[in-house]
């Protein structure tokens, strides 16, 4: 085995940091090269051999000073048909493009309808909609709605293979509330580069009977927030780094919306954000450099009951913040993360948990126009009543694992009957970062270590941060599809420990109805295997 070097797409300026071996209590000073030696038995072992012990690169990633000088790019909203049977039918085409991030200089990507990124679709409860997905790539990808409740063979997960040059279209009724959601591919052990590159894109949800006054002038009032993290070689070229660091790529660069050094004019006297972590790896600590109140309005699966006024609220990789802030005329503000709380991970600063990120400057106009006062309530967010459970399930994930197995696409790890209400009892036991992301449903935290969820997290969520060595029970009704042959996911939205095994596959059945033993990939009629 030799040492692959990461170096060369590293800030000069990182800088060692003491490595805490989290369950052994042992403390060591790692240099940088044996720090990569590690990295390389992570990648050469690929995981049996794992064990907490291997620390993450211990280093932090210098991010990179920016300057807010360009226009905050807008993704378009898309485009939409309603066909004979009034189904709303959207168009996207997966394919490879150049993108001018900076300097002039041409970064080959991939994006929906265009270079990188992908329009915002956007539909009503009650709507039926279909997306015609064209991949136009030289490789197989899948597309997966992210927080959406539909149909298992809609869902774009591992087993709704698109073959190059094919086209899948999924249709399904949208029921569920307001949200901001998206959609990302999900191939098989291969999604955290087909999102790198920049496969993403934001999949709003209106409900016209519940629609409290908030700002929702899109791309005015209402601001499509995507952030990443990148790392750019010296050929301006994307890179996932050399190695295979824990957790994923930290990337000292940041863009929103694919633009670096953001700025968005303001002209209103508040504003929505809508932040997508569309990060592989990192979470952030999102709110203001001048710490500034603002109001979180919404999460992963809708609005919150009420306003949650806070400076802060914690977003891992696939999560979703609706927040608004109010503005003075003619100020400046930045979002921005700053430290990211991270519980119980040994060697914080490898995750970003030093990091302060800027994000995106916000420019106040001299004259803003008058905003609606926030409502005092949003939405009714009842509690699922815990007595409503009838099944518990315990997962522990450690390394690359969910209790003890990696992802086998032709396993089914379990079977939940349809109607039913269910805790799942989720436990981090590596001192790294890990988070949970459920398909299908939405879900409500009910308790972390037997106390009651903080604000941010009292509302309906799809993925949530694991601090390690906590106990996440989460409750959630599995409603309306069942399909013994095709499964939903269950996995750590830091997609390479996704690829790496870190997932799981539960189908939903009705009553007495029984799971198919084994599970086979087809292309949702198109191609396939
Ligand atoms: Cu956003 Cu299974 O993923
Ligand atoms: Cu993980």
Known sequence: MHPIDTTPHLPANRRGHDLRLGLTGRR???????????????????????????????????????EFTTPLAIPPLAESRIASDGTRVFELTAQEGTTVFRDGVGTSTWGFNGSYLGPTLRAERGERVAVEVTNALDERTTVHWHGMHLPPEMDGGPHQVIEPGEMWRPTWLVDQPAATLWYHPHPHGETERHVY?????????????????????????????????????????????????????????????????????VTTERVRLRVLNASTARTYNIGFDDDRVFALVGTDGGLLAGPHETTRVRLSPGERAELVVAVEPGETTTLNSDSPALGRVAAPAAYGGEDVVPILELRAAQSLAP?????????????????????????????????????????????????????????????????????????????????????????????????????????????????????????????????EGLMGQFVVVGAGQEAASSVVTDGGGHGGH
């Open 28 to 66: 060591a000073t790692m240099t940088r090269r044996r720090a990569s030696v590690v990295m390389a038995v992570l990648a050469v072992v690929g995981g049996t051999v794992l064990t907490a012990c291997d620390g993450p690169d211990t280093t932090a990633v210098a991010i990179e000073d920016v």
């Open 371 to 499: 905003s609606p006062e926030l409502p005092e309530k949003l939405a009714d967010v009842p509690r699922i009543p815990e007595s409503e459970a009838t099944v518990t399930r315990d997962f522990q994930v450690a390394v690359r694992m969910i209790n003890g197995r990696r992802m086998d696409p032709e396993r089914i790890d379990e079977v939940v009957t349809v109607g039913a209400t269910e805790i799942w009892e989720v436990e981090s036991i590596d001192p790294f970062t890990h988070n949970v992301h459920i398909h299908d449903v939405q879900f409500q935290v009910l308790d972390i270590d037997g106390e009651a969820p903080p604000p941010e997290l009292a509302g309906w969520k799809d993925t949530v941060y694991l601090e390690p060595r906590r106990d996440y029970r989460l409750i959630m009704r599995f409603e309306d599809y069942t399909d013994p042959d095709s499964p939903y996911m269950y996995h750590c939205h830091l997609l390479r420990h996704e690829d």
């Open 197 to 265: 590159r920049g496969l993403a894109g934001l999949f709003l949800l209106e409900d016209p009977a519940v629609s409290p006054e908030l700002p929702r002038e899109y791309g005015v009032d209402d601001i499509p927030v995507v952030v990443q993290d990148k790392e750019f070689d010296d050929d301006g070229q994307l890179t996932l780094g050399t190695g295979r660091q824990e957790p994923g790529l930290m990337g000292s660069t940041i863009m929103v919306n694919g633009t670096i050094g953001a700025y968005q004019k």
